[in-house]
Every structure is written in structure tokens, then in C-alpha cells.
């Protein structure tokens, strides 16, 4: 009796129009609760004033605001640093899964090394302590940390990738007189592709995401660029309100484009 | 006519871990013999020729295929596998590409062959297993024996000097077993030297020059077929036979 009521209740939440009234609700009560909330504090809302923030039309035409241009550096970032993290994640996992009793032992030490200091302190590290000694700038600092930091985490993602494929294409791959090479390059790792994509995806987010800490060491990113704002204009709640709306959307295109590409390589194999 | 030995196993040995798998395994397979490997299941026969083209390593004795001595990370191992084709009984073959590709991947990475002198050995091939039809579709949409038939065209594109079997029809539902089997007796029939570790008797008794027995990691028994099927020297044989026969 008590399933057959949950059962009933479940499907009657997930109509629909069930669902998305009560999603608009939620919404409205923290819309509602940080509205009187800054009104009770005598917070002045000064929503008219962000899109100038964002973008503006002058006689030359259109001009990206501050907040434009911080996501432009923010999608930089991201990217120049995914592409090392990926390289260097990918040797990594070639190193521990090299079958040499070295290889193994550097990477299972850099993996540990890595994931084990707060990504705060190895900003700290790349730009107070290696960056004065080899002497590369705040930018260069930044990208090696997120690089470093995210290879940890990728590396992973391809061991578990590759290990996913059945032995037997190892040894048919072998049995054919390919070297350990050529097994990767043309067997293994075009079948872990389909493996490793939806943990990439994740990952790619969370360093999106992680790239805000370089904000500390005044990399003119999209927090960076909030901070400024606010330290001129005092609008702390509409800009961060903006800011994280901006990191959300970035986000969110990225999940969505990656499902499709997944469906893609499902239907392939 | 003059014999030319091809696999030389001379006191080979084999452990996993504590398990002996092999035993003092002594075994000469001629050029152009046809040998089929039997026994009961643990008794070592995967083991032995998965060993002949080095998927395994053997830890005693001396084992030579080709004129080469086999032995871990022997720099002439890769030369040897291209020269060594391998059937298994997963079929193994490589998901991701077309049925055209398998066939071509390793005469051109490997043996740097042209795509044009590649494909025309695969469809050659593909001819010979009877599949030419279909040369672009992808492994998973092929019935298992189709697949197990492009797995042999596989290995025959590297034009290997011997064929080892492993199981071949083992996993394979029974209506597809038959056509595999046509398909190995036609090698047989080219001259092509086998090694094949089966249970198919019939096929045993149709192809084989040589018949193994193995039991617990030794060889029990070789003997040719006639003498094998009709009146084995062995007890075990005996026994094994009669537990496959009676169905």
C-alpha cells in the first residue's frame, strides 16, 4: 500500500508541468529571500547599471565589456590548460602503466604529490617560489598550476580509459607483430576515447571552474575582473550574482555540446 | 620427403604463480603438419600455444619457432608474431574498425605495405573465408562465425608461415561452427602448417597429421589419427574420447 502511494506521488512530481511549477517556485523564494533580505540591510540594487559591464554600443560599434573580456581570458585559461593537463596527464598514465618499475614510481609519486596539497598552496608555489626562480610571470604561473593540478586528475581518467579495454585487444594486437606503440596509437586508445569522454567533461567543468583561485594572484580573469568592479562600484551582489550566472552558462554549453558528442562516438562503435 | 621442423619445444615449463601449468612439455611440429591439440579443460593445451608465438612466457626449457629462440623481450619477438598468425576464441577482433580495416591495419603499420597492395590481399582473402560482402561493415554487426572467418582472414593478410588456433569454435553457437571448420579445412588444404587446440573430433579426424593428448600440463600422448581415434595408447585418452564421443 505505502509503495503504491510513493509510487503515485513520484509520478505525479515528475508531470511535467508539476515539475517545472515547482522548480519556478523554488527559484522565486530565493529570488524573493535575497531580495528582502539585501532590502532589510539597505542594499541599493543597481541592476541597471551591469550591461554596461558586459557589453556596450558606441559610434565604433560594438565594445566588450570588462566582464566579456575577463570570460574571454577565463575560456583561454581553460583551454591553454587543458591541453597541457591532457598531454601531460596522458603521460602520466603511460608512465604508471609502462610496465617499468621506475616509470610506475614516478607517476604514482607526482599523482600523490599533486592531489595531496590544497591547489591553493601549489598556486603559492608556482608563483611565490618557482616563479622568482625560473622567473615566469602571473600568467605563466597560473597555467602551470591548473595544468599540473588537473594532469593529476586526467591521468587518471586515461588509466581507467585504457584499462577498460579487453586484454584480448592487447594480445590480438600483438599477435599481429604490432609493438606496444603501435597497440596504443591504433588500437587501444581509439577504443578508450568512448571510456574517457564523460569524466573529460567533468573535468574540463571543474577546471572552468578551479581557474577562479588564479584570482588570488591578480590574473585578469573573469573573478579578477568581478573583484575590480566591485572594488569601484561596491554592486557586490548584482556582479557576483553576474559572475556566477556567466560561469553557469559557460558551463552548461560545454556539457551540452559534449553529450552530443558522445552520442556521436556511441553510435560509432 | 624431408622434414623440416618449425616448433621446437624442448622440456618446456611453465608456472602461474605457484600453479604449474606446464610440465616438461616436449613437442616437434614439421612444416606443413597439421597438428591438433586435445585434452580436458586446465590440462594446459591454451597455455602451450598461446607460448609459440610468445602471449605467454615459458620459464623452462627451450622453446624455438621459426629458427628463433623464444625467450621474454627477445628483440626478434615482433618479427616472429608477424610471421605466426593467431585465432582466438574470442575472435578479438578490433571493434572500432571497419571489417576491411582489421584486415589491412597490420600488413600496412607492421609490414609497411601500400593500401592499394593491402586491400587487395584482404579482399582476396575475405574472398577465401567467403565474406566479401562485407568488407566495410564493422565487427559487431557480424554473426560470430563471420567474425571468427575475418578473424583467420586477419591473420592470414600478414601471411604467416603458421597458424595456431586457439579454441576456435568454442564460442560459438552450434549452427556456426560448420562454417569455420570449412573454412580451416580449406587452409589445411593449401599446405598451410596448424596448430589447433580444439574439440571438434570430426574436424580432428578430417585434417589432423599428428593428434596431442595433454593432461595436467604434460603431454600424455601423440600419436596419428588412425591409431588415436581407433585405439589410443593411453588410458586417459581413452577415458577423455569416450566422455566427448558418446554425445
Same mark, same amino acid.
Not at chain 2, 586446465?42 to 620459464?59: A, P, Q, V
Not at chain 2, 564460442?171 to 556456426?176: F, H, V
Given at each position: 500500500?505505502?509503495?503504491?502511494?510513493?509510487?503515485t506521488?513520484?509520478?505525479?512530481?515528475?508531470?511535467?508541468?508539476?515539475?517545472?511549477?515547482l522548480?519556478?517556485?523554488?527559484?522565486?523564494a530565493?529570488a524573493?529571500a535575497?531580495?528582502?533580505g539585501?532590502?532589510q540591510?539597505?542594499?541599493?540594487?543597481?541592476?541597471?547599471?551591469?550591461p554596461?559591464?558586459i557589453?556596450t554600443?558606441?559610434?565604433d560599434?560594438?565594445?566588450?565589456?570588462?566582464?566579456?573580456t575577463?570570460?574571454?581570458?577565463?575560456?583561454?585559461?581553460?583551454?591553454?590548460c587543458?591541453?597541457l593537463?591532457t598531454?601531460?596527464?596522458?603521460?602520466v598514465?603511460?608512465l604508471?602503466?609502462?610496465?617499468?618499475?621506475?616509470?610506475?614510481?614516478?607517476?604514482?609519486g607526482?599523482l600523490?604529490?599533486?592531489?595531496?596539497?590544497?591547489?591553493l598552496?601549489l598556486l603559492?608555489?608556482?608563483?611565490?617560489?618557482?616563479?622568482?626562480?625560473?622567473?615566469f610571470?602571473r600568467?605563466a604561473?597560473?597555467?602551470?598550476?591548473?595544468?599540473?593540478?588537473h594532469?593529476?586528475?586526467?591521468?587518471?581518467?586515461?588509466r581507467?580509459?585504457i584499462?577498460?579495454v579487453a586484454?584480448?585487444?592487447?594480445?590480438?594486437a600483438?599477435?599481429?607483430g604490432?609493438?606496444?606503440?603501435?597497440?596504443y596509437r591504433?588500437?587501444?586508445l581509439p577504443?578508450?576515447?568512448r571510456f574517457?569522454?564523460?569524466?573529460?567533461?567533468?573535468e574540463?567543468v571543474?577546471?572552468?571552474?578551479?581557474s577562479?583561485i588564479v584570482?588570488?594572484?591578480?590574473?585578469?580573469?573573469l573573478?579578477?575582473?568581478?573583484?575590480n568592479?566591485i572594488?569601484?562600484?561596491?554592486?557586490?551582489f548584482?556582479?557576483?550574482?553576474?559572475?556566477?550566472?556567466?560561469?553557469?552558462?559557460?558551463t552548461?554549453?560545454?556539457?551540452?555540446g559534449?553529450?552530443a558528442?558522445?552520442?556521436?562516438?556511441?553510435?560509432?562503435? | 620427403m624431408?622434414?623440416?621442423?618449425?616448433i621446437?619445444?624442448?622440456g618446456?615449463?611453465?608456472?602461474?604463480?605457484d600453479?604449474?601449468?606446464?610440465?616438461?612439455?616436449?613437442l616437434?611440429?614439421n612444416?606443413?603438419e597439421r597438428?591438433?591439440?586435445?585434452?580436458p579443460s586446465g590440462?594446459g593445451?591454451?597455455?602451450?600455444?598461446?607460448?609459440?608465438?610468445g &602471449?605467454?612466457?615459458?620459464? +623452462?626449457?627451450r /622453446?624455438?619457432?621459426?629458427?628463433?629462440?623464444l625467450?621474454? #623481450?627477445?628483440?626478434g619477438?615482433?618479427?616472429?608474431?608477424?610471421?605466426?598468425g593467431?585465432?582466438?576464441?574470442?575472435?578479438?577482433?578490433?571493434?572500432?574498425l571497419?571489417?576491411?580495416?582489421?584486415l589491412?591495419?597490420?600488413?600496412?603499420k607492421?609490414?609497411?605495405q601500400s593500401?592499394?597492395?593491402?586491400?587487395?590481399?584482404?579482399r582476396?582473402?575475405?574472398e577465401r573465408v567467403?565474406?566479401?560482402?562485407?568488407?566495410d561493415?564493422?565487427p559487431?554487426?557480424?554473426?560470430?562465425?563471420?567474425?571468427?572467418?575475418v578473424?583467420?582472414?586477419?591473420?592470414?593478410?600478414?601471411?604467416?608461415r603458421?597458424? &595456431?588456433?586457439?579454441?576456435? +569454435?568454442s564460442? /560459438?553457437?552450434?549452427?556456426?561452427?560448420?562454417?569455420?571448420? #570449412?573454412v580451416m579445412?580449406?587452409l589445411a588444404?593449401?599446405?598451410?602448417?596448424m596448430?589447433v587446440?580444439?574439440?571438434?573430433m570430426?574436424?580432428?579426424r578430417?585434417?589432423a597429421?599428428t593428434?596431442?593428448?595433454?593432461?595436467?600440463?604434460r603431454?600424455v600422448?601423440?600419436?596419428?589419427?588412425?591409431?588415436?581415434?581407433t585405439?589410443?595408447?593411453?588410458?586417459?585418452a581413452?577415458?577423455f574420447?569416450?566422455?566427448i564421443?558418446e554425445?
Amino acid at each position: 500500500m505505502r509503495m503504491a502511494a510513493l509510487f503515485t506521488l513520484k509520478r505525479v512530481l515528475n508531470a511535467p508541468a508539476v515539475a517545472v511549477s515547482l522548480y519556478a517556485v523554488i527559484v522565486a523564494a530565493i529570488a524573493w529571500a535575497s531580495y528582502t533580505g539585501a532590502q532589510q540591510m539597505g542594499y541599493n540594487w543597481q541592476w541597471y547599471q551591469v550591461p554596461g559591464y558586459i557589453y556596450t554600443f558606441t559610434d565604433d560599434g560594438f565594445q566588450a565589456g570588462e566582464i566579456l573580456t575577463g570570460l574571454w581570458a577565463t575560456i583561454l585559461l581553460s583551454l591553454t590548460c587543458f591541453l597541457l593537463a591532457t598531454l601531460l596527464g596522458l603521460g602520466v598514465a603511460l608512465l604508471r602503466l609502462s610496465g617499468l618499475i621506475v616509470g610506475r614510481a614516478v607517476a604514482i609519486g607526482y599523482l600523490e604529490f599533486v592531489r595531496n596539497i590544497p591547489l591553493l598552496v601549489l598556486l603559492y608555489l608556482f608563483y611565490y617560489v618557482l616563479g622568482p626562480i625560473f622567473g615566469f610571470d602571473r600568467w605563466a604561473a597560473a597555467v602551470l598550476t591548473l595544468s599540473v593540478y588537473h594532469s593529476a586528475l586526467i591521468s587518471e581518467i586515461f588509466r581507467a580509459g585504457i584499462n577498460s579495454v579487453a586484454v584480448g585487444q592487447w594480445e590480438a594486437a600483438a599477435s599481429i607483430g604490432m609493438s606496444r606503440a603501435q597497440a596504443y596509437r591504433y588500437i587501444i586508445l581509439p577504443q578508450s576515447v568512448r571510456f574517457m569522454l564523460p569524466p573529460l567533461t567533468g573535468e574540463i567543468v571543474n577546471l572552468i571552474k578551479s581557474s577562479a583561485i588564479v584570482s588570488v594572484i591578480a590574473v585578469a580573469e573573469l573573478t579578477t575582473v568581478g573583484r575590480n568592479i566591485i572594488s569601484d562600484t561596491y554592486m557586490s551582489f548584482e556582479i557576483w550574482f553576474t559572475v556566477a550566472a556567466v560561469y553557469l552558462a559557460l558551463t552548461l554549453v560545454l556539457s551540452f555540446g559534449v553529450s552530443a558528442l558522445e552520442r556521436r562516438f556511441a553510435t560509432e562503435t | 620427403m624431408v622434414q623440416t621442423p618449425i616448433i621446437i619445444a624442448e622440456g618446456v615449463g611453465k608456472y602461474f604463480g605457484d600453479f604449474k601449468a606446464l610440465t616438461d612439455v616436449d613437442l616437434i611440429v614439421n612444416q606443413g603438419e597439421r597438428v591438433v591439440i586435445c585434452g580436458p579443460s586446465g590440462s594446459g593445451k591454451s597455455t602451450l600455444i598461446r607460448c609459440f608465438n610468445g &602471449l605467454e612466457n615459458h620459464d +623452462t626449457g627451450r /622453446l624455438c619457432v621459426d629458427g628463433m629462440e623464444l625467450r621474454e #623481450d627477445a628483440p626478434g619477438m615482433r618479427q616472429l608474431r608477424q610471421d605466426v598468425g593467431m585465432v582466438f576464441q574470442q575472435f578479438n577482433l578490433f571493434p572500432h574498425l571497419t571489417i576491411l580495416e582489421n584486415l589491412i591495419i597490420g600488413p600496412m603499420k607492421v609490414r609497411k605495405q601500400s593500401r592499394a597492395a593491402a586491400e587487395a590481399t584482404a579482399r582476396k582473402y575475405l574472398e577465401r573465408v567467403r565474406i566479401p560482402e562485407q568488407a566495410d561493415k564493422r565487427p559487431a554487426q557480424l554473426s560470430g562465425g563471420q567474425q571468427q572467418r575475418v578473424a583467420i582472414a586477419r591473420a592470414l593478410c600478414m601471411q604467416p608461415r603458421v597458424m &595456431l588456433f586457439d579454441e576456435p +569454435t568454442s564460442a /560459438l553457437d552450434p549452427e556456426m561452427i560448420g562454417e569455420v571448420l #570449412d573454412v580451416m579445412v580449406e587452409l589445411a588444404e593449401t599446405g598451410m602448417t596448424m596448430v589447433v587446440v580444439t574439440h571438434e573430433m570430426g574436424f580432428a579426424r578430417k585434417v589432423a597429421d599428428t593428434m596431442v593428448f595433454m593432461e595436467a600440463g604434460r603431454i600424455v600422448e601423440v600419436s596419428p589419427p588412425e591409431t588415436f581415434f581407433t585405439a589410443p595408447k593411453s588410458q586417459r585418452a581413452r577415458v577423455f574420447l569416450d566422455q566427448i564421443l558418446e554425445h
